[in-house]
């Protein structure tokens, strides 16, 4: 926590400064760590549509092998990171994330170690979600409490009325689309307060 908030680190900026929304269909991902926290990072990172491969030396009850690719049950080694596009670690063991952060590292293969900012290259954000829609919040690793307890309050604006208005707008941006028009001299708040307003769709 120390060196990843140190002013010699932040330079003035977050370090996390750079929010992306990937798509990890079929992209083949790892986890290692077979317990709770592994388990919820590689069910969220399937539901994704990732391709999990769960590497443990003890596979816990947690982990749902029909959601996961592949589970491995062993001790981490490098050959594990084979193949492999992003890696999470959650083993619970601050040298053991490290020494996979760096070997992922080595081969330009971006980490996260939950709880680790250290040893993190990317960092995973609170999140809320209606259909296509995803509010992230982070803190930089400020204060995890603050971004859960603002993504609680972002929550609340992203309901089911939002998601249904983001299908309304992408079939209608597709229409224009679809006539060879371009979508970015029209101005969408009055259509899309419009229909957030209307009492039904
Ligand atoms: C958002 C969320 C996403 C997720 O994990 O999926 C997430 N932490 C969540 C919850 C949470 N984590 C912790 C608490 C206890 C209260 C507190 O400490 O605040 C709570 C709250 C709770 O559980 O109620 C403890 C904690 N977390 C980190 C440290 C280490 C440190 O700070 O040095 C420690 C101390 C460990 C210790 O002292 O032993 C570090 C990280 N945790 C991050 C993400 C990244 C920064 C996100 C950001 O703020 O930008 C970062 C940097 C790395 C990473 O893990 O990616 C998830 C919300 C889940 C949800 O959606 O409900
Ligand atoms: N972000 C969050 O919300 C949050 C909350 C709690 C804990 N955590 C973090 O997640 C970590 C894991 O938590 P947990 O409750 O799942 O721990 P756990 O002890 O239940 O599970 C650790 C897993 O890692 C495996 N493991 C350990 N060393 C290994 C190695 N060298 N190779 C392969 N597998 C190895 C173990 O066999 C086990 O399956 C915690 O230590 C903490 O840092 C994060």
Same mark, same amino acid.
């Not at 947690?62 to 990171?81: K, T």
């Not at 063991?93 to 900012?117: F, H, K, L, M, Y």
């Not at 229409?175 to 708040?189: F, L, M, N």
């Given at each position: ?79 594990? *990171?084979?193949? =492999? ?5 959650? #083993? @619970?063991?601050?040298? /053991? !994330?490290? &020494?996979?952060?760096?070997? $992922? ?18 960092? *995973?954000?609170? =999140? ?5 829609? #995803? @509010?992230?919040?982070? /803190? !930089?690793? &400020?204060?995890?409490?603050? $971004? ?54």
């Amino acid at each position: 926590m120390a060196a990843s908030n140190s002013p010699e680190t932040r330079a003035g900026r977050a370090r996390f400064s750079y929010p992306v929304f990937l798509d990890l269909t079929d992209v083949p991902v790892l986890v290692v760590g077979g317990g709770r926290i592994g388990a919820r990072k590689a069910e969220g990172l399937a539901a994704a549509g990732a391709r999990v491969r769960v590497v443990a030396e003890e596979v816990s009850e947690h982990i749902d092998a029909d959601v996961v690719d592949e589970v491995r049950a062993h001790r981490f080694v490098d050959g594990d *990171l084979d193949g =492999i596009r992003l890696v999470v670690t959650a #083993t @619970g063991d601050v040298e /053991t !994330d490290q &020494a996979i952060s760096r070997s $992922a590292r080595a081969r330009g293969i971006w980490t996260n170690a939950a709880d680790q900012p250290v040893d993190c290259e990317f960092i *995973l954000p609170a =999140i809320a979600r209606a259909g296509r829609v #995803t @509010g992230a919040i982070s /803190t !930089d690793g &400020a204060s995890p409490a603050l $971004a859960k307890y603002l993504r609680d309050r972002v929550a609340e604006i992203l309901d089911d009325r939002v998601a249904e208005v983001a299908d309304i707008l992408a079939a209608e941006r597709a229409d224009v689309q679809a006539r060879g028009g371009s979508t970015e001299d029209i101005d969408w708040t009055p259509r899309l307060r419009e229909l957030l307003d209307a009492p039904t769709l």
